[in-house]
């Protein structure tokens, strides 16, 4: 019999000061806007970047607000409402995991709304800069739950199937690092590559929305179904139903914008 893997036992809790506990999905998160930062701040620098460093530190600002109320408002609302109504004390302990993807992304447009109405862009243009460092923050949200050892995948017979805490003594599919790796890697170069060139404002947008949901629709056939929920659309998960408009609306913006033929500006969110 070949010998079980298992997901490394790490404490979730990363430091403890007195009452005050630091998670490593908190700190996953502070990593990954970091490193927005920093990548961000290179290119703002740039000649034709048309951003000033105030202007992206506000959106940081806007995006990472959107993220935060976004994420768990969706999560609330598409994955466990009733619990949240019977325990509403517990909608604020984020520390505990339980953020939605597809609701932070509807809380970062609408906050990028706002950034872009104050400081007078195209919203689109908004979206085709921060599109590339998105995936920088998904990736380390998945590390995050790989850590957790939450959001696990389905039984599986492959070797490098992992065993994890509170999941049985079953072999899993480590949807996490799979994740990790589309949405987080594979994703992050699909998007730097494409925006080396100048586009028409708003494909660097359509392209972020195709990539991440066919990666997540995909994913979650390897991903055990929310227990609260399981499947909701005959064999598809939440994920998945949430996922594939995605796709459908990115293709759909990537064919008008080349239609229209707006100007080109690469990551320019002035067009």
Do not use: C
């Not at 949807?175 to 730097?192: D, H, K, M």
């Amino acid at each position: 019999m070949a010998a079980m893997l298992y997901a490394p036992n790490i404490n979730p809790i990363a430091l403890k000061l007195g009452p005050l506990e630091i998670h490593w999905y908190g700190i996953m998160y502070v990593l990954a806007f970091i490193a927005i930062w920093i990548l961000g701040s290179r290119r703002v620098r740039e000649p034709n970047s048309g951003w000033t460093e105030e202007q992206f530190a506000d959106a940081i600002f806007y995006g990472a607000l959107g993220v935060i109320l976004g994420g768990r408002i969706g999560y609330i609302l598409f994955y466990n409402l009733p619990y949240y109504i019977a325990h509403p004390l517990n909608m604020v302990k984020v520390w505990q995991g339980g953020m939605s993807f597809h609701g932070g992304l509807i809380g970062v447009v609408t906050a990028l709304w706002f950034f872009a109405r104050r400081y007078d862009k195209r919203l689109l243009g908004v979206t085709d800069f921060i599109a590339p460092w998105v995936p920088i923050g998904l990736g380390a949200g998945r590390i995050g739950n790989f850590i957790n050892q939450e959001l696990w995948g389905r039984p599986t017979t492959l070797p490098w199937g992992m065993i994890f805490r509170n999941a049985g003594n079953i072999p899993r599919q480590p949807s996490q690092l799979y994740e990790f790796a589309l949405e987080g890697v594979v994703l992050f170069f699909i998007l730097r590559a494409y925006a080396k060139k100048p586009r028409p404002v708003g494909a660097i947008s359509a392209v972020f929305l195709i990539g991440y949901g066919v990666f997540r629709f995909l994913v979650e056939f390897t991903r055990a179904p929310d227990p609260q929920l399981g499947f909701v659309l005959g064999p598809f998960t939440m994920g998945q139903v949430l996922s594939a408009p995605m796709v459908v609306i990115g293709i759909a913006l990537l064919a008008y914008v080349y239609k229209k033929a707006a100007p080109a500006s690469g990551q320019d969110p002035n067009g």
